[in-house]
């Protein structure tokens, strides 16, 4: 969508997540390049393999090249991957194999080299195989460019309209699920820090002053992105906490439109700390929207 042009010309951008505990993050999350890395090889009979020339082995050896490589990188990084594609039957030589990678830091300069050098390990193992390999991003996260104007504007709303009220029966549903742990409705203090998690929200940061805040919309304990953090989405205190985010942005929204000087300090900020930065989408204009899974 930013590539495209989807947020040309915006004066700002409101934005937020379902948490398990309310507050406003300046800082966003960690920068992501998400990579597919293909393998191609030579089919053979498992019985004479030595004809052949197997794409998955190209596969997992760039991963244990990565395994290596993990030691070698700043504590922050992250690197994940799911073999998508690992061949059909145990005893024929894949002729194709793909591998799909996160690679996570706190900034896009850091994932940058990390991903050169994970695709360097993939370089490796396709020599050391005798298989071909293509690499393409599919998608690319940058790390958020900080408003503080925005910050103090969404702070002062959530403060003001605060977290939902919880229940007896809200704490009995959820306890149903096995969790013991209470719904924290205070608001967090200060601007937060940087998530290890991504969100690609934090692109359009770049390209229009951003304020961001979470809500409280779960208990605490519940795992994140977990089946029981989607049950307890259908349960009335989601719901309750769905009608307080939209009056946050409501009223962050009639804040930022009736108040000139605000929205003029948002820009000026956005202006200062963006300063000599062009804004790649890092995917190029050719590439379609993955609609399916790569």
């Known amino acids: 969508m930013a590539r495209d042009g989807g947020f040309r010309d915006l004066d700002a951008v409101l934005a937020w997540h379902p948490a398990a505990r309310s507050g406003v993050n300046n800082y966003g999350?960690?920068?992501?390049?998400?990579?597919?890395?293909?393998?191609?090889?030579?089919t053979s009979h498992g019985a004479s393999a030595h004809m052949g020339r197997s794409a998955l082995d190209g596969v997992m050896l760039m991963d244990v090249a990565a395994n290596y490589l993990r030691e070698h990188v700043p504590e922050n990084v992250r690197i994940h991957c799911v073999i998508r594609d690992g061949g059909d039957a145990p005893n024929v030589v894949p002729a194709y194999a793909k591998v799909w990678y996160y690679v996570r830091g706190k900034d896009r300069a850091e994932v940058d080299e990390?991903?050169?050098?994970?695709?360097?390990c993939a370089r490796g193992a396709a020599l050391a195989t005798g298989t071909e390999m293509k690499w393409h991003r599919i998608a690319a996260v940058y790390h958020r460019l900080p408003n503080d104007t925005m910050c103090q504007a969404?702070?002062?709303?959530?403060?003001?309209?605060?977290?939902p009220r919880v229940t007896r029966a809200d704490r009995a549903r959820v306890q149903a699920l096995g969790y013991e742990g209470e719904f924290d409705t205070t608001i967090e203090e200060g601007s937060g820090s940087q998530a290890r998690g991504s969100t690609d929200e934090d692109n359009v940061?770049?390209?229009?002053?951003?304020g961001r805040f979470q809500m409280v919309c779960y208990t605490q304990g519940t795992p994140g992105h977990h089946r029981?953090?989607?049950?307890?989405?259908?349960?009335?205190?989601a719901e309750r906490s769905i009608l307080q985010t939209a009056k946050v942005f409501a009223g962050a929204a009639i804040d930022l439109c009736r108040d000139q000087k605000l929205m003029r300090a948002a820009k000026a900020e956005f202006r200062k700390?963006?300063?000599?930065?062009?804004y790649d989408p890092l995917v190029p204009k050719r590439q379609a929207v993955p609609v399916d899974p790569p």
């Not at 969404?154 to 977290?163: A, D, H, I, M």
């Open 29 to 42: 999350g960690s920068a992501i390049d998400s990579l597919v890395y293909e393998f191609f090889g030579k």
């Open 114 to 120: 990390v991903r050169e050098r994970l695709t360097d």
């Open 154 to 163: 969404v702070r002062q709303n959530l403060e003001l309209f605060g977290s």
């Open 205 to 210: 940061s770049w390209l229009a002053p951003l």
């Open 228 to 237: 029981d953090m989607a049950a307890q989405a259908l349960m009335p205190f």
């Open 273 to 278: 700390r963006s300063r000599g930065f062009t």
